[in-house]
Nanobody
């Protein structure tokens, strides 16, 4: 069974940092596109960052360039989202997702159908 589990969220002050983890089971994530998404209160879900073997890292959101990075640890079957210089507008539930039906898929063509449960990130003084 394909499963993604996010962790690492919490409350942080503006300018602080967090690292989110997305642990995959049931498949080897190194062969698939893995994306980070977020949904703020009252807003639609938006893409943040994506990594794949072909076109990652891809920045879906210009607002996180220079502050967020994505990385992967194949031995741990885990993708990370490092978030630095956090701003209040980064407050959202963060999700990781994958198109686990397409081997060596790309971030721009992925159909993200498998999702984690999300982890809350709150940036506030």
């Amino acid at each position: 069974q394909v499963q993604l589990v996010e962790s690492g969220g919490g409350l942080v002050q503006p300018g602080g940092s967090l690292r989110l983890s997305c642990v995959a089971s049931g498949f080897h994530l190194e062969n698939y596109a893995i994306g980070w998404f977020r949904q703020a209160p009252g807003k639609e879900r938006e893409g943040v960052l994506c990594i794949s073997s072909k076109d990652g890292p891809v920045y879906y959101a210009d607002s996180v360039k220079g502050r967020f990075t994505i990385s992967r640890d194949n031995l741990k079957n885990t993708v990370y989202l490092q978030m630095n210089n956090l701003k209040p507008e980064d407050t959202a539930v963060y999700y990781c997702a994958t198109d686990n039906l397409v081997v060596l898929g790309t971030c721009w063509t992925a159909d993200f159908t498998s999702w984690g449960q999300g982890t809350q990130v709150t940036v506030s003084s």
